[in-house]
Protein backbone atom coordinates (compact mmCIF):
# COMPACT_ATOMS: atom_id res chain seq x y z
CA UNK A 1 0.00 0.00 0.00
CA UNK A 2 1.16 3.48 -0.69
CA UNK A 3 1.54 5.94 1.93
CA UNK A 4 -0.39 8.51 0.35
CA UNK A 5 -3.03 7.57 -2.65
CA UNK A 6 -4.72 9.96 -4.93
CA UNK A 7 -7.40 8.98 -7.19
CA UNK A 8 -6.59 7.90 -10.32
CA UNK A 9 -7.05 10.46 -13.33
CA UNK A 10 -7.23 11.91 -15.51
CA UNK A 11 -10.43 13.61 -14.04
CA UNK A 12 -12.59 16.16 -17.10
CA UNK A 13 -15.11 18.78 -16.24
CA UNK A 14 -16.72 21.54 -18.04
CA UNK A 15 -15.63 24.81 -16.80
CA UNK A 16 -17.91 26.45 -14.08
CA UNK A 17 -18.49 22.77 -13.11
CA UNK A 18 -16.98 21.34 -9.59
CA UNK A 19 -13.85 19.26 -9.47
CA UNK A 20 -13.46 16.84 -6.29
CA UNK A 21 -9.91 15.54 -5.76
CA UNK A 22 -9.42 12.89 -3.16
CA UNK A 23 -6.04 11.73 -1.40
CA UNK A 24 -5.79 8.84 1.39
CA UNK A 25 -2.83 8.64 3.58
CA UNK A 26 -1.52 5.94 5.71
CA UNK A 27 0.48 6.95 8.71
CA UNK A 28 -1.90 8.17 11.60
CA UNK A 29 0.64 10.20 12.72
CA UNK A 30 0.02 12.53 10.30
CA UNK A 31 0.62 16.56 11.09
CA UNK A 32 0.11 18.42 8.65
CA UNK A 33 -1.59 18.20 5.05
CA UNK A 34 -0.94 19.80 1.53
CA UNK A 35 -2.04 20.31 -1.86
CA UNK A 36 0.77 21.48 -4.29
CA UNK A 37 -0.32 22.64 -8.33
CA UNK A 38 2.07 21.60 -10.87
CA UNK A 39 1.33 22.55 -14.55
CA UNK A 40 2.98 20.98 -17.74
CA UNK A 41 6.61 21.85 -17.53
CA UNK A 42 6.56 23.54 -14.38
CA UNK A 43 7.74 22.77 -10.65
CA UNK A 44 4.99 22.37 -7.81
CA UNK A 45 3.24 24.87 -6.00
CA UNK A 46 1.75 25.40 -2.78
CA UNK A 47 -1.78 26.17 -3.17
CA UNK A 48 -3.93 24.84 -0.07
CA UNK A 49 -2.57 23.32 3.37
CA UNK A 50 -4.98 21.87 6.12
CA UNK A 51 -3.66 21.04 9.80
CA UNK A 52 -7.26 20.10 11.89
CA UNK A 53 -10.23 18.17 10.85
CA UNK A 54 -13.26 19.97 8.55
CA UNK A 55 -12.75 22.22 5.79
CA UNK A 56 -10.61 25.32 5.09
CA UNK A 57 -11.33 27.57 2.14
CA UNK A 58 -9.44 30.16 0.26
CA UNK A 59 -10.97 31.94 -2.60
CA UNK A 60 -12.41 29.19 -5.39
CA UNK A 61 -10.59 26.08 -3.39
CA UNK A 62 -12.16 24.38 -0.42
CA UNK A 63 -9.53 21.60 1.42
CA UNK A 64 -11.42 18.91 3.98
CA UNK A 65 -9.48 16.97 6.13
CA UNK A 66 -10.99 13.89 7.81
CA UNK A 67 -8.15 12.40 10.31
CA UNK A 68 -10.42 9.30 12.10
CA UNK A 69 -10.56 8.11 7.79
CA UNK A 70 -7.32 9.32 7.01
CA UNK A 71 -8.64 11.18 3.85
CA UNK A 72 -7.75 14.95 2.26
CA UNK A 73 -9.91 15.95 -0.30
CA UNK A 74 -9.43 19.13 -2.68
CA UNK A 75 -12.64 20.66 -4.00
CA UNK A 76 -12.27 23.29 -6.75
CA UNK A 77 -15.56 25.47 -7.55
CA UNK A 78 -16.21 27.33 -10.70
CA UNK A 79 -13.91 25.39 -12.34
CA UNK A 80 -11.46 27.32 -15.22
CA UNK A 81 -9.46 26.07 -18.02
CA UNK A 82 -6.46 27.73 -16.20
CA UNK A 83 -6.91 25.49 -13.31
CA UNK A 84 -6.14 22.39 -15.87
CA UNK A 85 -2.60 20.91 -14.02
CA UNK A 86 -1.64 18.01 -12.00
CA UNK A 87 -2.92 18.24 -7.96
CA UNK A 88 -0.16 16.39 -5.88
CA UNK A 89 -1.74 16.00 -2.09
CA UNK A 90 0.79 15.90 0.29
CA UNK A 91 1.34 14.40 4.00
CA UNK A 92 3.79 15.10 6.40
CA UNK A 93 4.13 13.44 9.73
CA UNK A 94 6.66 13.57 12.75
CA UNK A 95 9.54 12.44 10.97
CA UNK A 96 9.33 15.80 9.31
CA UNK A 97 9.66 14.77 5.07
CA UNK A 98 6.61 15.50 2.73
CA UNK A 99 5.02 12.32 1.07
CA UNK A 100 3.41 12.97 -1.84
CA UNK A 101 0.83 11.28 -3.90
CA UNK A 102 1.24 10.39 -7.75
CA UNK A 103 -1.37 13.48 -8.85
CA UNK A 104 -4.22 13.80 -10.55
CA UNK A 105 -4.11 15.13 -13.50
CA UNK A 106 -7.40 17.58 -13.92
CA UNK A 107 -8.22 19.01 -17.17
CA UNK A 108 -11.13 21.95 -17.75
CA UNK A 109 -12.70 21.73 -20.95
CA UNK A 110 -14.29 25.59 -21.86
CA UNK B 1 11.53 38.33 -2.55
CA UNK B 2 13.83 35.96 -4.37
CA UNK B 3 12.41 32.64 -4.92
CA UNK B 4 14.04 28.92 -4.88
CA UNK B 5 17.37 28.84 -6.97
CA UNK B 6 18.47 26.47 -8.80
CA UNK B 7 21.09 25.56 -10.96
CA UNK B 8 21.76 24.40 -13.76
CA UNK B 9 18.62 24.10 -15.36
CA UNK B 10 19.28 21.26 -17.60
CA UNK B 11 21.81 18.84 -17.77
CA UNK B 12 23.09 16.31 -19.62
CA UNK B 13 25.78 13.38 -18.83
CA UNK B 14 27.37 9.99 -19.48
CA UNK B 15 26.50 7.50 -17.59
CA UNK B 16 29.32 6.96 -15.11
CA UNK B 17 30.07 10.46 -14.61
CA UNK B 18 28.86 12.44 -11.75
CA UNK B 19 26.92 15.83 -11.58
CA UNK B 20 26.80 18.09 -8.79
CA UNK B 21 23.06 20.12 -8.43
CA UNK B 22 23.20 23.71 -6.35
CA UNK B 23 20.01 24.93 -4.71
CA UNK B 24 19.69 28.28 -3.37
CA UNK B 25 16.88 28.59 -0.58
CA UNK B 26 14.70 31.56 0.01
CA UNK B 27 16.01 34.06 2.12
CA UNK B 28 15.57 33.37 5.96
CA UNK B 29 14.74 30.20 5.35
CA UNK B 30 17.19 26.93 7.09
CA UNK B 31 15.78 23.86 5.18
CA UNK B 32 16.30 22.47 1.96
CA UNK B 33 14.96 19.33 0.61
CA UNK B 34 15.66 17.30 -2.09
CA UNK B 35 13.50 15.51 -4.23
CA UNK B 36 13.72 13.52 -7.49
CA UNK B 37 10.77 13.50 -9.87
CA UNK B 38 9.82 11.12 -12.47
CA UNK B 39 6.99 9.89 -14.68
CA UNK B 40 6.90 6.84 -13.23
CA UNK B 41 8.13 7.21 -9.69
CA UNK B 42 6.01 10.64 -9.12
CA UNK B 43 8.13 12.85 -6.36
CA UNK B 44 10.69 10.81 -4.29
CA UNK B 45 12.30 12.32 -1.21
CA UNK B 46 15.95 12.26 -1.47
CA UNK B 47 17.08 14.43 1.83
CA UNK B 48 16.78 17.65 4.00
CA UNK B 49 20.09 19.42 5.31
CA UNK B 50 18.99 22.00 8.56
CA UNK B 51 21.37 24.02 9.98
CA UNK B 52 24.67 21.88 7.96
CA UNK B 53 23.45 18.93 9.18
CA UNK B 54 21.42 16.20 7.09
CA UNK B 55 17.96 15.86 9.51
CA UNK B 56 15.97 13.32 6.83
CA UNK B 57 17.32 10.40 4.26
CA UNK B 58 14.83 8.68 1.96
CA UNK B 59 15.85 5.44 0.77
CA UNK B 60 18.05 6.15 -2.49
CA UNK B 61 21.52 4.46 -2.92
CA UNK B 62 24.61 6.01 -1.45
CA UNK B 63 25.68 7.77 -5.32
CA UNK B 64 23.66 10.55 -3.94
CA UNK B 65 24.57 12.69 -1.23
CA UNK B 66 24.58 16.54 -0.31
CA UNK B 67 25.50 19.45 1.77
CA UNK B 68 24.35 22.72 3.22
CA UNK B 69 26.25 25.01 3.60
CA UNK B 70 26.18 27.75 6.70
CA UNK B 71 24.62 30.20 4.24
CA UNK B 72 21.90 27.34 3.80
CA UNK B 73 22.69 27.11 0.35
CA UNK B 74 22.85 23.49 -0.25
CA UNK B 75 24.37 20.85 -3.49
CA UNK B 76 23.49 17.53 -4.35
CA UNK B 77 25.81 15.06 -5.73
CA UNK B 78 25.19 11.98 -8.24
CA UNK B 79 28.44 9.74 -8.78
CA UNK B 80 28.41 6.92 -11.40
CA UNK B 81 25.49 7.83 -12.92
CA UNK B 82 22.94 5.68 -14.56
CA UNK B 83 20.01 5.62 -17.06
CA UNK B 84 17.82 5.39 -14.63
CA UNK B 85 18.73 8.65 -12.74
CA UNK B 86 17.39 10.91 -15.77
CA UNK B 87 14.59 12.74 -13.92
CA UNK B 88 13.56 16.24 -12.67
CA UNK B 89 15.60 17.05 -9.34
CA UNK B 90 13.66 19.54 -7.36
CA UNK B 91 15.00 21.72 -4.47
CA UNK B 92 12.34 22.53 -1.78
CA UNK B 93 12.92 25.67 0.68
CA UNK B 94 11.43 25.60 4.02
CA UNK B 95 11.43 27.77 7.19
CA UNK B 96 12.10 25.54 9.67
CA UNK B 97 13.10 21.43 9.72
CA UNK B 98 10.61 19.54 8.29
CA UNK B 99 8.04 20.58 6.15
CA UNK B 100 5.13 21.30 8.52
CA UNK B 101 4.36 24.47 6.43
CA UNK B 102 4.89 23.01 3.40
CA UNK B 103 7.29 23.73 0.96
CA UNK B 104 8.71 26.00 -2.24
CA UNK B 105 10.09 24.63 -4.90
CA UNK B 106 12.77 25.72 -7.07
CA UNK B 107 12.08 25.32 -10.82
CA UNK B 108 14.14 22.35 -11.11
CA UNK B 109 17.32 20.77 -12.62
CA UNK B 110 16.19 18.63 -16.16
CA UNK B 111 19.06 15.56 -15.68
CA UNK B 112 19.48 13.16 -18.71
CA UNK B 113 22.06 10.48 -18.12
CA UNK B 114 23.13 8.91 -21.98
Known amino acids: QKEVEQNSGPLSVPEGAIASLNCTYS??????FFWYRQYSGKSPELIMS????GDKEDGRFTAQLNKASQYVSLLIRDSQPSDSATYLCAVTANAGKSTFGDGTTLTVKP | KAGVTQTPRYLIKTRGQQVTLSCSPISGHRSVSWYQQTPGQGLQFLFE???????NKGNFPGRFSGRQFSNSRSEMNVSTLELGDSALYLC?????????????FGSGTRLTVV
Open chain 1, 27 to 32: DRGSQS
Open chain 2, 92 to 104: ASSLEVGSLYGYT
Open chain 2, 49 to 55: YFSETQR
Open chain 1, 50 to 53: IYSN
